[in-house]
């Protein structure tokens, strides 16, 4: 994750309402891989505050010149300011963030788009076909005005979808999802889906591939404050048997990433240097018993035989004993009149929660209007 300044090459409304944005970036900032984004200040202004973020629509380097590209849609304040940076202007960006898309060597890769949500498919696809990998494209959008990027959408398959029936299926783009799998000879072990879109759709695209069986990669476009893990304003539950209450049972963790060398516990072989491993746990208390707290650990690695499962059990101990312990290291909160504000990832005052009122500066110079 680097902080690094940028500059507008291209600013312009490709279809009603949505923006394709170039953006020149330094040397210094890494290659990103298709599903990552950026969290970028929108305006030279103080006002709005907070960077938003943007998955990368493609990465371009041509010589020494690096460039990212952003495919977004005008929906409030930040976008509209952003609609208006014109060519030239320097803003600045956090990134590359968020885990990318990681394609199984084995699979071939479903791509479910819906929307704008098109725009980390259209990289992943440029990635996929430069790899020479086959693939399938679905691609559904209200109307045919808004499906961006279908002529970039080369060396796989492509099936698109509107819901006013202005070109291919008459509908939304789930039962062409349905159909390819029903007719297309996919199963579990040779297709995965990956997805991005409204968030309806990214339900109905997980619920189809959890009831199959099939692995499944969604890009969720929620909201988000600081974007480096702060601020904890932006964790995504997923939900497993929650009751009628609503209420979440079971938490599902999964980890990727993990730098080597490891071994699988402290006294076994050492985990494969691919660093592929991917541990998922599922935590959740004993029907039976509440006080017992379940941690399911499965590690996928290809230096084992097969995924591995642990069961660890925790009990509850009613009236703990409690030891003090101070963590001031990295704590990005700062406390002024009673009130709690935040440091940003680039060393600026940002609000803790949503419609906070920036603190009383009636003893600073204010600035000239
Ligand atoms: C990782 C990630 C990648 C993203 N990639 C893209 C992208 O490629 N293209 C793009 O157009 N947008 C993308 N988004 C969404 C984008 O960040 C928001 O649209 C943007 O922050 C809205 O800012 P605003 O100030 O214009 O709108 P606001 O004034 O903040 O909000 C306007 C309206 O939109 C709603 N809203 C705000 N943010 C979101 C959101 N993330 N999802 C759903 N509703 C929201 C608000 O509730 C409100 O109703 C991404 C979000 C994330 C987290
Ligand atoms: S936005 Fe995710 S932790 Fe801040």
């Given at each position: 994750m680097n902080l690094v300044a940028c500059s507008v090459v291209e600013n312009r409304e490709v279809t009603p309402g949505n923006f394709l944005l170039t953006l020149k970036v330094p040397r210094g900032f890494s290659r990103p891989s298709p599903g990552q984004f950026v969290h970028l200040r929108v305006s030279p202004e103080v006002?709005?505050?907070?960077?938003?973020?943007?998955?990368?629509?493609?990465?371009?380097?041509?010589?020494?010149?690096?460039?990212?590209?952003?495919?977004?849609?005008?929906?409030?304040?930040?976008s509209k300011a952003l609609a208006a940076q014109p060519k030239g202007q320097r803003l600045d960006l956090i990134g590359p963030?968020?885990?990318?898309?990681?394609?199984?060597?084995r699979r071939v890769p479903i791509v479910v788009a819906g929307g704008r949500g098109v725009a980390p498919l259209l990289f992943f696809a440029r990635?996929?076909?430069?790899?020479?990998?086959?693939?399938?494209?679905?691609?559904?959008?209200?109307?045919?005005?808004?499906?961006?990027?279908?002529?970039?959408?080369?060396?796989?398959?492509?099936?698109?979808?509107?819901?006013?029936?202005?070109?291919?299926?008459?509908?939304?783009?789930?039962?062409?999802?349905?159909?390819e799998w029903e007719?297309?000879?996919?199963?579990?072990?040779?297709?995965?889906?990956?997805?991005?879109?409204?968030?309806?759709?990214?339900h109905e695209v997980?619920?189809?591939?959890?009831?199959?069986?099939?692995?499944?990669?969604?890009?969720?476009?929620?909201?988000?404050?600081?974007a480096v893990g702060a601020c904890r304003g932006c964790p995504v539950p997923l939900r497993t048997g929650a009751d009628a209450s609503g209420r979440y049972q079971t938490l599902e963790v999964e980890t990727r990433?993990?730098?080597?060398?490891?071994t699988f516990d402290p006294a076994s072989a050492p985990l494969h240097p691919d660093n592929e491993s991917v541990?998922?746990?599922?935590?959740?208390?004993?029907?039976?018993?509440?006080?017992?707290?379940?941690?399911?650990?499965?590690?996928?690695?290809?230096?084992?035989?097969?995924?591995?499962?642990?069961?660890?059990?925790?009990v509850?101990?009613?009236?703990?004993?409690?030891?003090?312990?101070?963590?001031?290291?990295?704590?990005?909160?700062?406390?002024?009149?009673?009130?709690?504000?935040?440091?940003s990832a680039d060393g600026h005052l940002m609000p803790a929660k949503k419609g906070q009122k920036p603190p009383d500066l009636k003893y600073f110079n204010q600035p000239q209007k």
């Amino acid at each position: 994750m680097n902080l690094v300044a940028c500059s507008v090459v291209e600013n312009r409304e490709v279809t009603p309402g949505n923006f394709l944005l170039t953006l020149k970036v330094p040397r210094g900032f890494s290659r990103p891989s298709p599903g990552q984004f950026v969290h970028l200040r929108v305006s030279p202004e103080v006002e709005p505050l907070l960077r938003r973020p943007y998955s990368l629509e493609g990465f371009f380097e041509r010589g020494s010149i690096r460039a990212v590209r952003i495919y977004y849609s005008v929906v409030g304040r930040g976008s509209k300011a952003l609609a208006a940076q014109p060519k030239g202007q320097r803003l600045d960006l956090i990134g590359p963030l968020g885990v990318g898309f990681a394609p199984s060597p084995r699979r071939v890769p479903i791509v479910v788009a819906g929307g704008r949500g098109v725009a980390p498919l259209l990289f992943f696809a440029r990635k996929l076909r430069a790899k020479k990998r086959p693939f399938v494209f679905l691609f559904g959008a209200k109307s045919s005005r808004e499906l961006y990027g279908v002529r970039e959408i080369r060396g796989g398959r492509l099936h698109l979808a509107t819901d006013d029936g202005s070109i291919g299926f008459h509908g939304s783009v789930l039962p062409m999802l349905r159909r390819e799998w029903e007719s297309g000879g996919h199963t579990p072990l040779n297709a995965e889906i990956f997805t991005c879109g409204p968030h309806g759709l990214l339900h109905e695209v997980a619920e189809f591939a959890a009831a199959r069986g099939i692995r499944c990669e969604a890009s969720l476009e929620g909201p988000m404050a600081c974007a480096v893990g702060a601020c904890r304003g932006c964790p995504v539950p997923l939900r497993t048997g929650a009751d009628a209450s609503g209420r979440y049972q079971t938490l599902e963790v999964e980890t990727r990433l993990l730098k080597g060398p490891r071994t699988f516990d402290p006294a076994s072989a050492p985990l494969h240097p691919d660093n592929e491993s991917v541990v998922t746990e599922r935590i959740y208390l004993d029907k039976a018993d509440p006080n017992i707290l379940h941690d399911d650990i499965t590690t996928v690695d290809h230096s084992l035989t097969r995924p591995w499962t642990v069961n660890k059990r925790y009990v509850r101990v009613n009236n703990p004993i409690w030891v003090e312990a101070s963590c001031a290291e990295g704590n990005p909160h700062v406390r002024i009149d009673g009130q709690n504000y935040m440091m940003s990832a680039d060393g600026h005052l940002m609000p803790a929660k949503k419609g906070q009122k920036p603190p009383d500066l009636k003893y600073f110079n204010q600035p000239q209007k």
